[in-house]
């Protein structure tokens, strides 16, 4: 089995896209959850949003200082999107601060597992950039988690304490020390990184040869 980290922001569009990009080479490749454990890491695009945000476009013009240069960018992430069934409506699309969607993830993956985990980021990630949800809201938040099955009101308790704070800030801190500085990152072993949204066929490609190589050096 193979332990894979995947850092990565619930509003980063490119980590949409890498997730459904991996999970469909993942299940072109036949693995299942004894041949690979995935977990996702908290990464924040910037940690220095305060309550509130701002709309995507207005964001990313301050950013990049162009409408044409943000349009080619929602265009160019559009249709990777839409090459593996993802759907962006930027119209509805804020740019909010993820700290506390990322404590959530956390205690997902502490209380109920990798699977649950996986079942919320998604969620997150769905609803952010399809409907327009604002991820940095508690009940929102509570709301979502609710949806995968998980209990709102338990999310709620956790939202409203700063359980799991420090466990966000070690796992970036923990990126930091691995040199991720871009997401999304997917760790393999700890040891191999493979740096952004890449094509379906290049993970069905490395993620086998990666495994081989780490079954060599245990030998």
Same mark, same amino acid.
């Given at each position: 089995?193979?332990?894979?980290?995947?850092?990565? +922001?619930?509003?980063?569009?490119?980590?949409?896209?890498?997730?459904?990009?991996?999970?469909? %080479?993942? +299940?072109?490749?036949?693995?299942?959850?004894?041949? %690979?454990?995935?977990?996702?890491?908290?990464?924040?695009?910037?940690?220095?949003?305060?309550?509130?945000?701002?709309?995507i476009?207005?964001?990313?013009?301050a950013?990049?200082?162009? *409408?044409?240069?943000?349009?080619?960018?929602?265009?160019?992430?559009? $249709? #990777?999107?839409?090459?593996?069934?993802?759907?962006?409506?930027?119209?509805?699309?804020?740019?909010?601060?993820?700290?506390? #969607?990322?404590?959530?993830?956390?205690?997902a993956?502490? $209380?109920?597992?990798?699977?649950?985990?996986?079942?919320?980021? $998604?969620?997150?990630?769905?609803?952010?950039?399809?409907?327009?949800?604002?991820?940095?809201?508690?009940?929102?938040?509570?709301?979502?988690?609710?949806?995968?099955?998980?209990?709102?009101?338990?999310?709620? +308790?956790?939202?409203?304490?700063?359980?799991?704070?420090?466990?966000?800030? +070690?796992?970036? *801190?923990?990126?930091?020390?691995?040199?991720?500085?871009?997401?999304?990152?997917?760790?393999?072993?700890?040891?191999?990184?493979?740096?952004?949204?890449?094509?379906?066929?290049?993970?069905?490609?490395?993620?086998?040869?990666?495994?081989?190589?780490? *079954?060599?050096?245990?030998?």
């Open positions: 089995m193979v332990q894979i980290e995947i850092w990565s +922001d619930v509003v980063c569009p490119w980590c949409w896209v890498g997730k459904a990009r991996f999970e469909t %080479a993942v +299940d072109l490749l036949g693995w299942n959850d004894t041949d %690979a454990t995935v977990t996702y890491r908290p990464f924040e695009l910037d940690p220095s949003l305060a309550a509130g945000g701002r709309p476009a207005e964001y990313l013009r950013k990049f200082g162009s *409408a044409a240069t943000v349009e080619a960018i929602e265009g160019r992430v559009s $249709e #990777a999107g839409a090459g593996v069934g993802l759907t962006f409506d930027w119209d509805r699309v804020i740019r909010v601060n993820t700290f506390d #969607a990322h404590r959530l993830l956390t205690w993956l502490t $209380e109920h597992g990798q699977r649950q985990q996986r079942s919320l980021k $998604e969620r997150m990630m769905r609803a952010y950039f399809a409907e327009g949800a604002d991820v940095s809201d508690h009940e929102v938040l509570a709301g979502l988690a609710a949806d995968t099955g998980l209990d709102g009101a338990a999310a709620g +308790d956790v939202l409203a304490t700063d359980r799991h704070a420090v466990d966000v800030r +070690d796992a970036e *801190a923990q990126a930091a020390t691995l040199g991720i500085n871009a997401v999304p990152t997917f760790v393999v072993e700890g040891t191999f990184g493979i740096p952004g949204a890449q094509d379906i066929d290049t993970f069905v490609g490395l993620l086998p040869r990666l495994r081989g190589r780490l *079954a060599e050096t245990a030998r």
